[in-house]
């Protein structure tokens, strides 16, 4: 079974809201918002996305990963799928339910060490799902131009986001993230075992 871009989009919305958040942050510290600050952001998560994107697929072609096509192992890999796609959505949606108090104040200098170190962290969920989508055989060049451009907009809205309205709504965030991941799974199970 292979994905459609839409498909692709739900499931690349759901998993860069994390980027959302974690820029919402930044915006929030910002006295002003600086282009090349937002350029850089956007290519280090949008990157970061992307290659534990592509990283996921790669793990599914390693010979150690048996992806002979017949029905009972294909049965296995959807079922993993759908595991992981359920898994990161409840995942984000417990992080949505924690009422965790943050305190907002002022920095406008980027520290890119730790910030590229959050990049990383928040592409697990990318390279999971890259994960999955390989079982899929879902096309690599199809979630690449779809999750790289839903990243680096997801970038700009946090960041503008964080700016503008500080960190009170991040929870609603990852509610929706974790519905959207929470689909993707249904999609799976629909498409394949009904």
Not at 66 to 78: I, L, Y
Not at 137 to 161: K, N, R
Request: net charge neutral.
């Amino acid at each position: 079974m292979q994905m459609s871009i839409a498909e692709i989009l739900v499931i690349s919305i759901g998993l860069s809201i994390d980027v959302f958040v974690a820029v919402a942050y930044l915006g929030a510290g910002f006295s002003k918002i600086l282009a090349r600050n937002l350029a850089g952001l956007s290519l280090l998560f949008g990157g970061m996305q992307l290659g534990g994107l592509i990283i996921g697929n790669l793990v599914t072609l390693l010979p150690a990963v048996p992806t002979d096509h017949s029905k009972n192992v294909a049965d296995g890999w959807e079922g993993i799928t759908v595991l992981i796609f359920a898994g990161l959505g409840i995942y984000m949606i417990c992080k949505g339910v924690k009422r965790e108090q943050v305190l907002e104040r002022r920095k406008d200098a980027i520290e890119w060490k730790t910030t590229t170190v959050l990049a990383l962290v928040t592409s697990i969920d990318a390279f999971m799902a890259g994960v999955g989508m390989g079982f899929l055989d879902t096309e690599v060049i199809a979630q690449a131009i779809t999750l790289f451009p839903v990243t680096v907009l997801q970038v700009i809205f946090g960041v503008y986001a964080g700016y503008r309205l500080g960190l009170k709504h991040n929870r609603h965030a990852y509610w929706i993230g974790g519905a959207m991941l929470l689909l993707a799974s249904a999609d799976v199970v629909i498409h394949y075992y009904i």
